[in-house]
């Protein structure tokens, strides 16, 4: 690998100049990508934004096609919840015209999760709006900001005169909210970069991921017995039934947080391995016995377990609950569908990762707070099956998920400076094209 050569302090400063100049452009263009309502299924507008995007940066976007078939047999796959007709991933590729520096890969998720209720949110959540310095949005902070931060870096270099002396992956991908295969079908068809850049949100301030847990996904059915609500004895209650299911969950929960189950990334983190009920339906009537209810389980796989292991505690749970009497005549269905992720330790020695690091700090006089994180990335991927670094940090997000998400202006503009005199420094520079 070609070490870093130290980077010009005049173009050190012309870069950051070319930051701050667009700056208003690059909030511009996140307003843009937050209009995308890509939630799963949806997200073409977005992957079509992001291609007129990189053809303004000047690179060519091309498709890259989730294809279940092809990552069936990889480790990193996770059953899909839906088709992949219709929403490939775009990618684009700089190359220098002499290779000098040591390749890095630009990677981040169009994809978001659904607003939930529309009417509890300040201003409507695709209608992005700036107020007391934050942008507000679905998506602003996770993690479309981040998105705009690596976009506004490389175009800062070519603002002042430079581009990477090395090959410049950028990736925009699906469903990191959901299984991930957008990442891995990415990461497989393109070569390995020395080292990656996620620009993930932190958790409500700017940080550098140090550890993830891992995720699996279920849901479990269950089929009672109808009846008129005169005759409820002569049913199988579907929703109670379901809901007895539950409590052996949160059994499971509090058991998995054990002091001596905890991997020594999370120590001092409170209740890192979180279970969560996150769907629910079930029920036909009032007045009537229900007769089917569906479960939707996110649950938390934390180091020196994984994600087959946790599947089979989940197959096991739903087996036993079978015995409770809530579910005496009822059929019980469980099916694995979404994320079947391990969880993972990012090197904090790489130099990827040192170099962001110093050179956050360097430009804002803060350091980038260590986060284990209780929830997940893409870049699991390339750090379990590719072993190529990752540097894992992003912008002051906020709400992510919940009501009036938003990003902090300031804290993207930190987060484009980092990324620009990273990879300047990371790949080397030469005179753009």
């Given at each position: 690998m070609t070490e870093a050569v130290p980077l010009d302090p005049g173009a050190r400063r012309a870069i950051l100049e070319a930051c701050d100049s667009l700056r208003s452009e690059g909030e511009q263009a996140l307003m843009r990508l937050v209009r995308c309502p890509s939630t799963l299924g949806n997200e073409q507008s977005a992957l079509a934004e992001m291609a007129r995007v990189y053809e303004g940066l000047g690179l060519e976007p091309r498709r890259?096609?989730?294809?279940?078939?092809?990552?069936?047999?990889?480790?990193?796959?996770?059953?899909?919840?839906?088709?992949?007709?219709?929403?490939?991933?775009?990618?684009?590729?700089?190359?220098?015209?002499?290779?000098?520096?040591?390749?890095?890969?630009?990677?981040?998720?169009?994809?978001?999760?659904?607003?939930?209720?529309?009417?509890?949110?300040?201003?409507?959540?695709y209608e992005p709006e700036i107020r007391g310095g934050r942008m507000y949005g679905r998506g602003a902070g996770d993690m479309k900001a981040g998105i705009l931060s690596y976009v506004t870096a490389f175009r800062a270099l070519k603002l002042a005169g430079l581009q990477p002396a090395a090959e410049v992956q950028m990736q925009s991908v699906i469903e990191e909210e959901c299984t991930g295969n957008g990442a891995l079908a990415c990461m497989l068809a393109m070569p390995k970069t020395d080292a990656v850049i996620i620009p993930e949100p932190g958790p409500g301030l700017p940080a550098m991921y140090?550890?993830?847990?891992?995720?699996?996904?279920?849901?479990?059915?269950?089929?009672g017995r109808p009846a008129h609500v005169r005759d409820k004895q002569a049913g199988v209650n579907a929703v109670e039934a379901a809901m007895s299911i539950w409590t052996r969950f949160e059994a499971y929960e509090r058991d998995m947080n054990r002091a001596e189950l905890i991997h020594a990334s999370f120590r001092g983190v409170n209740h890192p391995v979180n279970v969560n009920l996150g769907t629910f339906t079930g029920g036909e009537w009032n007045s009537s016995v229900p007769t089917?209810?569906?479960?939707?389980?996110?649950?938390?796989?934390?180091?020196?377990?994984?994600?087959?292991?946790?599947?089979?505690?989940?197959?096991?749970?739903?087996?036993?609950?079978?015995?409770?009497?809530?579910?005496?005549?009822?059929?019980?269905?469980?099916?694995?569908?979404?994320?079947?992720?391990?969880?993972?330790?990012?090197?904090?020695?790489?130099?990827?990762?040192?170099?962001?690091?110093?050179?956050?700090?360097?430009?804002?006089?803060?350091?980038?707070?260590?986060?284990?994180?209780?929830?997940?990335?893409d870049g699991r991927f390339f750090t379990l099956y590719q072993g190529t670094p990752v540097a894992c940090f992003g912008p002051d997000a906020q709400d992510i998920h919940g009501i009036d998400?938003?990003?902090?202006?300031?804290?993207?503009?930190?987060?484009?400076?980092?990324?620009?005199?990273?990879?300047?420094e990371w790949c080397g520079v030469e005179a753009s094209a």
């Open positions: 890259v096609a989730t294809d279940p078939a092809a990552l069936a047999g990889h480790p990193g796959f996770s059953p899909p919840l839906i088709g992949y007709e219709g929403r490939d991933n775009v990618v684009a590729v700089h190359r220098p015209r002499a290779a000098k520096g040591r390749s890095l890969a630009l990677q981040g998720h169009v994809d978001v999760v659904p607003e939930g209720a529309e009417d509890e949110w300040t201003t409507p959540p140090s550890a993830e847990v891992g995720v699996v996904w279920a849901w479990v059915t269950v089929t089917r209810a569906t479960l939707g389980l996110r649950v938390g796989v934390m180091m020196g377990n994984s994600a087959a292991h946790v599947r089979a505690d989940i197959a096991r749970i739903v087996q036993e609950a079978g015995g409770d009497p809530a579910l005496k005549g009822a059929k019980v269905k469980l099916e694995f569908k979404g994320f079947m992720a391990d969880p993972c330790v990012f090197d904090m020695e790489a130099a990827i990762v040192q170099a962001s690091m110093k050179n956050f700090a360097d430009l804002t006089g803060h350091d980038l707070r260590k986060y284990p994180a209780t929830g997940l990335t998400e938003s990003v902090g202006m300031d804290s993207m503009h930190d987060i484009t400076r980092t990324i620009a005199i990273t990879m300047a």
